[in-house]
């Protein structure tokens, strides 16, 4: 790679730190390397920050490991356990830790509480303190009273509490001269480093000019648009964006069921949908719907914010609901092919919650795998990166449990074949040979990744999800010997007028 690519100087003014090596941080960390900064990484896992250090991804992310390896080279990145000497070598710290879910569905900000804490008592000259994980509005007004108050102890500790030592002088004096800003993240698992080095947008949501003047700088050499605004509404636009992109997915699924009802095809629905520019074609891929670490509990956490303050978000509620109910309507789909599942032979094809991922997290394919071994299923399964997840949550079982080297193990013998997560592994396989391996050639397409009429070439019964071929209303029209009616069929309100 060429050091000078971004315009910046082999180091900046700017020393960042990032708190939290995750698959924001990490990826984080090694793009601000790229772009010319010196930058030290924390994570308390010494385990996970001596395989950084040793240039392994601990987990899969396409490019990852060759931008760690290029930022160690460069002797302008390092990972360390020792998250306080991190915090006081730096100017910028960026918090990367984990906003997990609580029972209610609030998020758990008791990482972002207690990095802020240690901020607060390292604070050895004017820091920036940027917030990217995902938050819900004002948390940073909470990061800056906690950092506020914690350096305040701090000062008060060293200089009144009978320790004797005289209150701080020199850039210890200067211990509540900081500001807070936030800086969401936008980077898809699996993506990351294409969206860290080309986003649609950076969002900066800061309220002093020095802080705005920071963020401009450290993301300067990547020339792409910006969003400048206060700290609350920077980190709304996170949620909201989230929010929005879950609903396009929620929405088109709805539409699938109606497609699935009347015998229309959605993938068509969603190209025609999609070519309208106000629209976009961007996810509307219907299927079993969205999972992963940010949008289930993302959209949780925003509906949450928005009752606590008493604003209607029924919207965002119905958006959880029409995805919770996807893998009851795929598991009918299994059912209306194999009838009873207890005791059948299924291969599963995909596990994490996307491609180009290893993870599992709120992946969809975990509560189909749950309730097929409730009812007794046996499972043959693969997932090109996301096995070893998998096998700690349902460890191979003779009969019941079986992890497969390819997707033609999974075939042999089963009694239908569940494609869950559209790895592009998949796209090339010979369904000819799949079918051949199999006991019943039947395929239930979880994200209408076969093409069904290839699928039924091969000789598959196919279905996908809202890809006609099981609508009840389309198959009585055809038996009736009439084709579909020009105009609808009134049986709602209002009947008798067409009835
Ligand atoms: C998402 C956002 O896309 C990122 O912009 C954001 O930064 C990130 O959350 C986050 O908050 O950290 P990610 O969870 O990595 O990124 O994955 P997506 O590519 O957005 O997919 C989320 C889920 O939606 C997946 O389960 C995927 O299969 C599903 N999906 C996506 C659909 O079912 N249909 C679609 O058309 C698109």
């Not at 000497?85 to 990482?111: K, M, W, Y």
């Not at 598991?331 to 599963?348: A, M």
């Not at 509560?367 to 090109?384: S, W």
Request: proline share 6%; charged share 25%.
């Amino acid at each position: 790679m060429n050091e000078t690519d971004f315009g910046h100087a082999a180091t900046g003014p700017h020393k960042i730190a990032v708190l939290g090596l995750g698959h924001v941080g990490l990826p984080t960390a090694v793009g601000f390397t790229r772009l010319g900064w010196e930058v030290v990484g924390a994570d308390e896992d010494a385990a996970k920050v001596e395989l950084i250090n040793s240039g392994k991804v601990p987990f899969f992310e396409p490019g990852l490991d060759d931008l760690l390896n290029w930022s160690l080279a460069s002797g302008r990145f390092q990972a360390t356990p020792d998250v306080t000497e991190a915090i006081r070598s730096a100017t910028v710290v960026f918090i990367c830790v984990g906003t997990p879910q609580r029972e209610d569905g609030a998020a758990d900000l008791s990482q972002i509480e207690a990095i802020s804490r240690t901020i607060g008592r390292n604070l050895n000259g004017y820091k920036l303190v940027v917030e990217k994980s995902t938050v819900p509005a004002i948390t940073a007004l909470w990061i800056q009273r906690t950092i506020q108050r914690y350096s305040a102890l701090k000062a008060s500790e060293a200089g009144g509490n009978g320790s004797g030592k005289a209150p701080p002088t020199g850039p210890e004096s200067l211990a509540a001269d900081f500001d807070v800003a936030s800086n969401p993240e936008f980077l898809q698992e699996g993506q990351a480093i294409e969206n860290f080095f080309e986003p649609c947008r950076i969002v900066i949501g800061a309220d002093s000019e020095r802080a705005r003047g920071i963020l401009r700088d450290l993301y300067g050499g990547l020339r792409r648009p910006m969003v400048v605004t206060d700290v609350t509404t920077a980190e709304l636009i996170k949620h909201a964006a989230n929010a929005f992109l879950s609903t396009k997915i929620s929405f088109i699924n709805m539409v699938t069921d109606i497609c699935d009802a009347v015998g229309a095809d959605v993938t068509r629905v969603a190209e025609g949908l999609g070519l309208d520019p106000r629209i976009s074609p961007a996810f509307l891929k219907a299927g079993i719907g969205f999972g992963g670490y940010c949008f289930p509990k993302d959209l949780r956490a925003l509906a949450h914010l928005a009752e606590q303050q008493g604003v209607d978000c029924s919207l965002l509620r119905a958006v959880e609901r029409i995805n919770s109910q996807r893998v009851e309507v795929f598991l009918d789909k299994v059912r209306n092919s194999v009838w009873v599942i207890s005791g059948k032979k299924l291969g599963v094809l995909g596990l994490a919650f996307k491609p180009n991922t290893d993870d599992i997290r709120e992946a969809p394919s975990l509560k189909i795998v749950d309730t097929l071994l409730k009812e007794g299923a046996e499972l043959r399964l693969h997932d090109p990166w996301a096995m070893p997840a998998a096998k700690a949550l349902y460890p191979p079982e003779a009969g019941r449990v079986t992890y497969c080297e390819s997707p033609y193990e999974v075939a042999r013998g089963a009694e239908a074949l569940l494609l869950l997560t559209e790895w592009d592994e998949y796209r090339h396989l010979d369904l000819g040979r799949l079918r051949d391996l199999m006991q019943v050639p039947a395929l239930i397409d979880g994200r209408n990744f076969f093409a069904p009429e290839e699928a039924r070439r091969a000789g598959f019964s196919y279905a996908g999800m809202g890809r006609r071929g099981v609508s009840p209303y389309a198959r009585e029209l055809a038996a009736s010997g009439q084709s579909r009616p020009a105009t609808p069929v009134w049986t709602g309100m209002g009947a008798g007028l067409n009835g």
